[in-house]
């Protein structure tokens, strides 16, 4: 079998699953994912949304064939919700062991058996089994043309992010290795050789994205994607970092003085340019198979995608800002604070917490013409300073190299948003809210969580592939 698959599993149903398969009691145990789809340039993501706990003795119980099967009626529920809500079924069971697991052969005939019948069942959608460790998954995926998949790695989506394998992977040697001696002696050269291979999207290199864009690669950073529709405008030329005098002349697209920046931090990073809006489907779509996404733009726009992007693809990711705010009378500063929101699918999602102004967003797609005749006017310009985008750059790139290698204390409930006050020189941490009914990142029927390409994300129609520019 290829390993064409990853699983992708918000941290509260992994919680709540191993908790099910792991209670001490060093025996087996038995559940079923119901999980989207979504396809990708570099194979599929196994979306787990939905979590069966099949009771012991009632559901799972003892085999006929192996130790212990999921009763025929349990697998019947399941199989008809995945059929009716278009979720992939899968199976799960645990064995022993820590950091390797595998399929016994009484497991693979049992699949033999059963997984055809399934398939019929599952109308269209993959079917397929999970095998669990304390700190390993394999899978077995069965695709309705007749291929078959196992599993590359899984990734847990909590506040930290979790890697788990079939087995632990060996990694090659690691180029350039002088040039990151300092970063090896803090994560080592397996930490360093895994941000070699991760891929990032940047959504906006203004003036906190051209600064996140060069942390990335000055890291290590394997593959970048660089999205902004904008070209540099002389007002950009104190914050937007590698500006030269020449690009304001030439009005250079940002993408490229952000390409250019990236090569030279990092001459052996892919850095892709895109020079258009998120809000285009192409562009989103492009998206989809990155390990991170940043979003550095500030439009209700480019907010909605990426918290689409991110729920339904499940694709963890941060959101950035920096606002300063003026008395209009006395024109004291009110308020200078930088902001990092990091986004996780089902904890809390930026309509949930009201980051998203529907007002604000009709106006964004209105045309400039229909902008004029409703008297909207032209909106000043927000102010926009080096230091302060900094702040929020640095957060975000720190918080990427914790969140991806998994450095940090992995907590459901950690504060995921946090707000620099410069006026009184103090930090802030929030809790997102989180409703239980919302539309975008909680698994009531009809939201998009973990739905893949079931749903059709927030966008404008599909433009012509002239914006996507590969670059090497």
């Known amino acids: 079998m290829m390993r064409n698959c990853t699983l992708h599993i918000p941290q509260p149903l992994y919680e709540r699953l191993m908790a099910h398969l792991f209670p001490g009691d060093f025996d087996e145990h038995g559940a079923v994912v119901a999980a989207g789809l979504a396809k990708t340039s570099s194979g599929y993501r196994l979306l787990a949304r939905i979590l069966f706990i099949a009771k012991d003795g009632e559901d799972y119980i003892e085999g006929k064939r192996g130790y212990r099967a999921l009763n025929a009626r349990f697998i019947n529920r399941c199989i008809t919700y995945c059929r009716d809500h278009h979720l992939i079924y899968l199976a799960v069971h645990n064995h022993g062991g820590t950091d390797s697991v595998g399929f016994s052969q009484v497991d693979y005939a049992s699949h033999q058996r059963g997984y055809h019948a399934l398939l019929d069942i599952a109308r269209g959608m993959p079917v397929g089994a999970l095998v669990f460790a304390e700190r390993a998954v394999e899978a077995d995926i069965w695709f309705p043309d007749g291929t078959r998949s196992a599993l590359r790695h899984t990734v847990v989506l909590g506040s930290y992010l979790q890697h788990l394998w079939p087995s632990l992977p060996r990694f090659g040697e690691l180029e350039h290795e002088e040039l990151y001696h300092r970063q090896v002696l803090l994560f080592g050269k397996v930490g360093q050789a895994h941000l ?35 070209r540099i405008a002389e007002s950009n030329f104190s914050r937007v970092v590698g500006v030269t005098v020449e690009d304001v002349i030439s009005k250079s697209l940002k993408v490229d003085i952000a390409h250019r920046v990236a090569k030279q931090a990092n001459p052996a990073v892919q850095a892709e340019t895109i020079s258009s809006d998120l809000v285009q489907e192409e562009v989103a779509k492009y998206l989809v198979d990155c390990d991170y996404l940043i979003l550095a733009a500030d439009s209700m726009r480019a907010r909605l995608v990426f918290n689409a992007l991110v729920q339904q693809h499940y694709i963890p990711g941060v959101q950035l800002g920096a606002k300063v705010s003026f008395d209009e009378n006395s024109g004291e500063i009110q308020a200078a604070y930088s902001v990092v929101r990091r986004i996780r699918p089902g904890l809390g999602c930026l309509l949930c917490n009201q980051l998203i102004n529907p007002t604000k967003l009709a106006r964004e797609w209105k045309s400039d013409a229909e902008r004029e005749d409703q008297h909207y006017g032209t909106q000043m310009p927000n102010p926009s300073v080096i230091t302060l985008n900094a702040v929020s750059a640095a957060y975000a790139a720190n918080g990427f190299l ?39 990142c909680s698994p009531s029927d009809g939201s998009r969580l973990g739905m893949g390409d079931e749903l059709a994300l927030p966008c404008v129609s599909t433009i012509g592939s002239s914006a996507l520019r590969g670059s090497g």
Request: glycine share 14%; proline share 4%.
């Open 196 to 230: 070699a291979k991760a891929k990032v999207g940047v959504i906006g290199l203004g003036g906190i994205g051209s600064l996140v864009n060069e942390y990335l690669a000055r890291l290590g950073i394997g593959y970048l994607v660089l999205v902004d529709p904008d």
């Open 402 to 440: 914790f969140d991806y290698l998994g450095l940090g204390v992995n907590d459901s409930g950690d504060e995921l948003y946090m707000r620099y006050d410069h006026l009184r020189n103090r930090q802030e941490r929030i809790e997102p809210r989180c409703d239980t009914t919302c539309p975008e």
